[in-house]
């Protein structure tokens, strides 16, 4: 028996020589100005930084904290709030598969990439999912949305408030869940992008589940989510007979952490504190202060892109202000664009899934003034860098108007 073991100069599989990240990351951090993640606030960083027990007093203070101050952004009295460790996708395969099953007829309303993603996830579970496919920068209305009811009578209607990919607002959400409701669905609503960003009123509007992220509109870290649902949705989650195949997005189980100081999983502690964080920062701003600057500067941003020289990807009836599509000159690719910008001048700003648009994000810390004027100018130096005619005082000019509230 061979007794160096131990000692043996090479492993099977040596071990790796690396760079540490300070050799990785740039020395001044990039400006995200992208679709996600964003900016945190230094008081999310912090609390990030925290490890505690996941089960115990302290946590369970922590919890109860999350779950009121999630319930005012989602304006719900709702009692089942729930964190999700994971991307906003989890949240929203934590909606689709605790409420649909084999045979479960749901209606997605297809926006675009992700509002498919919903109707994905529903035909991974065995739902017989039927697409209303919208045209891309343009909405459903509301007739089409209720034939497509009347014709597939779900029992589950998906649809995205902000649908990131192509920058399209579902601005007739409130019309659509009472459409919905009248026909007796429930209504899954991703608000991953837009919640705390703008309106969205789950009880007033009769939402039966509502899903977020964290790295978006609220600011938080990414890979911690959230979700609620109405009574009417707990109700059929608790009355289901086949168990959900997803252990980790069991909703059930998931109660026993959220809701009755018990253990599901290892709670993502440090970032659930992220999230109190970037959530009492919510409530210290209000929704209505947060809604009014977003509009402000997402509005400000547009006029200063428009007045620069660009176009605007989505038509204003249907733009989401909370992600901004910008179409990439000809000639050029998105990737052209990002990488020049990122590179030159340290703003990240992203692509989209194949269409000819780079994006802007707008939500939480990238509302910010400082944020802005650096943004647009680097997306003028950018283009007359590539060779593309634009006219930089006048997209600084429309930005200051728009910002100073002279639009
Ligand atoms: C970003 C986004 C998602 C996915 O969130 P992940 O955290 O990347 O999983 C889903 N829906 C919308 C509308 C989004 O903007």
């Not at 659509?176 to 309106?199: E, H, N, R, Y």
């Not at 000819?356 to 990238?366: A, D, H, K, S």
Request: proline letters at 5%.
């Amino acid at each position: 028996m061979p007794t160096s073991s131990f000692t043996s100069a090479s492993s099977a599989v040596p071990c790796p020589v690396v760079e540490s990240l300070d050799a990785i990351l740039p020395e001044e951090p990039l400006l995200m100005m992208g679709a996600g993640p964003v900016p945190i606030p230094a008081a999310v960083a912090k609390a990030n930084a925290i490890v505690i027990n996941h089960l115990g007093g302290t946590m369970v203070k922590v919890i109860g904290q999350v779950k009121s101050m999630a319930r005012y952004v989602f304006q719900t009295n709702s009692k089942w709030v729930l964190g999700v460790a994971g991307p906003g996708s989890a949240a929203m395969e934590m909606a689709i598969s605790n409420l649909a099953w084999e045979g479960t007829r749901v209606l997605s309303i297809k926006n675009g990439f992700f509002s498919e993603r919903m109707a994905e996830m529903g035909r991974r579970v065995g739902a017989r999912v039927s697409t209303l496919n919208v045209a891309d920068r343009a909405v459903a209305s509301l007739e089409e949305i209720a034939g497509a009811i009347r014709r597939e009578r779900p029992e589950i209607v998906t649809v995205v408030q902000g649908e990131t990919s192509n920058t399209v607002w579902n601005y007739h959400l409130k019309e659509i869940a009472a459409l919905a409701k009248a026909a007796g669905a429930l209504v899954i609503v991703d608000a991953v992008c837009t919640l705390s960003t703008m309106p969205l009123e789950m009880d007033a509007w009769g939402i039966d589940a509502v899903i977020t992220g964290g790295q978006k509109g609220l600011s938080s870290i990414p890979g911690v989510s959230l979700i609620a649902f109405s009574d009417a949705a707990w109700a059929r989650v608790k009355g289901r007979t086949a168990p959900n195949a997803h252990w980790c997005l069991d909703a059930s189980l998931a109660e026993n952490f959220w809701h009755n100081a018990g253990y599901h999983y290892t709670a993502p502690v440090s970032g659930v504190l992220a999230l109190h964080e970037a959530l009492r920062l919510v409530c210290a701003e209000t929704l209505e202060k947060r809604f009014a600057r977003h509009l402000k500067c997402s509005l400000a941003l547009q006029d200063g892109v428009a007045a620069m020289g660009l176009r605007l990807y989505a038509p204003e009836a249907c733009r989401l202000n909370s992600v901004v599509g910008i179409e990439v000159p000809d000639g050029f690719s998105p990737a052209d664009v990002c990488s020049h910008i990122s590179r030159m001048h340290q703003v990240e700003i992203s692509g989209s899934f194949g269409l000819p648009i780079v994006r802007v994000g707008q939500m939480g810390e990238q509302c910010r003034e400082h944020n802005l004027f650096r943004t647009v100018h680097a997306l003028e130096r950018t283009m007359v860098d590539l060779g593309v005619r634009v006219d930089l005082p006048a997209g600084v000019a429309a930005l200051e108007r728009g910002l100073s509230g002279g639009r």
